[in-house]
């Protein structure tokens, strides 16, 4: 179904224009945080809405959109946002990562590696990594067109202190091509590594705040650490409950009220694809014969 | 003699029609403790915040000798050398400590702030500088990591002291150090400050209205009315034995213990 009373893709052309420079621009500038005059969209802030309107922006006719919140490409906001395309540009859609051109996500990256041809759209609610630190807007834009980012390692020691190590698992602070610190959106920091030298372009959208950023493929993007404390992705001491998968980012989820748990890969696709190929996790033996 | 560390020259800001400082003109060794006095209003505070470069003149110059020998006018130093050098060569102590703290950082971070902003990144050697500090500004060690807001107003005091003397600096500019704190803690405080001043060779730029605080810290001393300095002198001179009225009446308006 089409909904002839919008352009394509919902957005005008001249708004596309203005976001696509200030794409244009992020990319030129990596890890920079470009203003950009955010529209209303149909859904409220906190949904998605920057993400949306860069998607909207660099979709063709011959794209195809995966959306993924958290993962899953079954949830409420993967869902509406998908058939939200689907209705105003009428773009094929998949839930499949190699598939698709475009793939929007809400705090998470695909399991599987990324190509060059695809672009990876996140919703970032809110783009200033120095913001609990530095409440200023002045000052903080001073500091990252200085380069003074003490403060962020300021963060990490007071981590440290009260923890013992890093009890950052999201939001992990990162320098991009060795100059600009970056929130890397309220993804968990296992993803942090897929994001250095990743062949697919990365684009941040932040409807609220209206800011854009971007990471262009291949380039290096590294998370903040101390000498004696460095950087390390979360580790999971069991494999997906359904599919087996060692060393894939695991949701924990509750199954009943007697305090039962099984850990799955926050994945679908990439636990899906799995179990199709024949992959089998200790809760789904049963299923296999 | 040896250049100047810190040379003002004819230093005038004014607001709008209202005068701020007007031709000011000193200069500072290193190592040496210049008080500036005068009651509320006399200009003290705008001529500290144009001394550190926090506040542009409208006239005059401020000249500073660099760590690597040469002698700057702060005016043309891009903001980002001048950001480092506040933040590397020079210290600021408020009055209000939350103005110069992190509220919500512990004690530790709040001294290790510098360091990680010129590129230390090892904890254990940031954090034992931290600690170091701590005793030497009299403050438990254990309580490293605890918040500011945990703290009591000396304490506070003492914790910004440390969280600037800790890239050693060789200027700090204190604006009223003691102004709001219990006179048993203002003594402790004062002893404090004297001590670290003759055992780094601090320079430092004292504003307060306190005439007990110039005379226990201060070699020179320049006393401030409507915007002008009006007597200028060895502490000890201009306390004892005052040449311009105004000056001798703030001498004789001090109540005596």
């Known amino acids: 179904m089409t909904a002839p009373a919008y352009n394509f893709a919902y957005l005008d052309e001249q708004t596309k224009r203005m976001i696509r420079r200030a794409i244009l621009k992020a990319i030129a500038v990596p890890g920079y945080q470009v203003p950009f005059a955010s529209r209303e969209m149909p859904m409220p802030y906190g949904w998605g809405t920057g993400g949306v309107q860069v998607t909207a922006s660099i979709l063709g006719q011959k794209d195809v959109l995966k959306v993924i919140d958290q993962g899953a490409d079954d949830t409420t906001n993967a869902v509406s946002i998908r058939q939200f395309f689907e209705k105003t540009a009428g773009v094929e859609t998949t839930t499949e990562t190699l598939a698709a051109t475009v793939i929007q996500t809400r705090h998470r990256i695909p399991e599987t590696t990324l190509q060059g041809h695809q672009v990876l759209v996140y919703q970032v609610p809110i783009p200033e990594p120095l913001r609990f630190l530095e409440p200023r807007e002045t000052e903080t834009r001073k500091m990252h067109a200085l380069a003074e980012y003490g403060l962020m390692h300021v963060k990490l020691y007071e981590d440290i202190a009260r923890h013992g190590h890093i009890a950052t698992t999201y939001a992990y602070p990162v320098l991009v091509a060795g100059r600009y610190v970056m929130d890397p959106s309220p993804t968990p920091k296992f993803d942090n590594p897929k994001m250095d030298d990743c062949a697919a372009l990365q684009l941040f959208g932040a409807g609220r705040e209206k800011r854009i950023y971007a990471i262009p493929p291949h380039t290096k993007v590294v998370s903040l650490d ?64 | 003699m040896s250049t100047p560390l810190l040379q003002a020259e004819d230093l005038s800001r004014f607001y709008g029609g209202r005068i701020g400082c007007r031709d000011v003109s000193f200069s500072l060794d290193v190592g040496e403790v210049l008080a500036i006095v005068g009651e509320s209003g006399s200009g003290k505070t705008t001529l500290l915040n144009l001394l550190s470069g926090r506040l542009a003149p409208d006239a005059g110059h401020v000249r500073y000798a660099m760590r690597d020998g040469t002698t700057r006018d702060l005016l043309t130093l891009t903001e980002a050398e001048r950001r480092h050098l506040a933040r590397t060569d020079w210290g600021f102590v408020h009055q209000d400590a939350r103005e110069g703290l992190r509220m919500n950082v512990s004690a530790g971070g709040n001294i290790g702030e510098r360091l990680m902003g010129i590129g230390d990144r090892h904890y254990g050697n940031i954090r034992e500088a931290a600690r170091g500090w701590l ?93 002008e300095v009006i007597e200028t002198g060895l502490t000890d001179r201009v306390l004892d034995d005052p040449q311009a009225p105004y000056t001798q009446l703030l001498v004789s308006s001090v109540l005596a213990a």
Request: charged share 25%; net charge negative; glycine share 8%.
């Open chain 1, 226 to 289: 101390f000498e004696d404390h460095p950087f390390e992705v979360t580790r999971f001491d069991r494999p997906c409950a359904l599919c087996g998968a060692q060393g894939s980012y695991l949701d924990e989820v509750v199954m009943d009220d007697r305090g039962a748990r099984m850990f799955v890969c926050s994945d679908t696709d990439f636990c899906e694809s799995r179990q199709e190929n024949g992959h089998r996790g200790p809760l789904n033996q049963e299923a296999a014969e």
């Open chain 2, 135 to 227: 005793s030497r500004v009299e403050i438990d060690e254990g309580r490293l990591d605890d918040k500011p807001t945990a703290f009591s107003g000396g304490m506070r005091q003492r914790l910004q002291i440390a969280r600037n003397l800790v890239t050693a600096p060789r200027l700090v500019f204190m604006d009223e150090p003691t102004g709001g704190l219990d006179v048993s803690v203002q003594a402790r405080l004062l002893d404090l400050i004297r001590s670290l001043v003759a055992d780094l060779g601090l320079a430092v730029v004292l504003v307060t209205h306190d005439l007990a605080v110039a005379r226990l810290l201060s070699h020179r001393i320049m006393v401030m009315k409507a915007g």
